[in-house]
């Protein structure tokens, strides 16, 4: 980038700068909405919660199957292989 062209872009700048800001909190909350970890613990949970019967098979199947769709969702984002 010439001296001519960053002169006459610098009113600019701090719109850049916002754009660059924006740009990295998005990519925060879509690394942490996108983390299998959560959603892998509240599957362990589920399980514990069945087995302790604290919850009936119905609700344990409903639930896992939502926790399960999330994970292929996820896994789409990440475009990681299906285990």
Do not use: C
Request: net charge negative; proline share 7%.
């Amino acid at each position: 980038m010439g001296l001519l062209t960053q002169i006459a872009t610098l009113p600019l700048a701090p719109v850049r700068g916002v754009a660059w800001v924006l740009d990295r909190i998005v990519e925060a909350a879509e690394d942490e909405y996108y983390d299998p970890r959560p959603v892998q613990q509240q599957l362990v949970e589920l399980e514990d919660a069945l087995l302790s019967g604290e919850i009936d098979e119905e609700t344990f199947d409903r639930r896992e199957d939502e926790l399960l769709d999330k994970l292929e969702e996820i896994r789409a984002h990440r475009g990681t292989p299906q285990p």
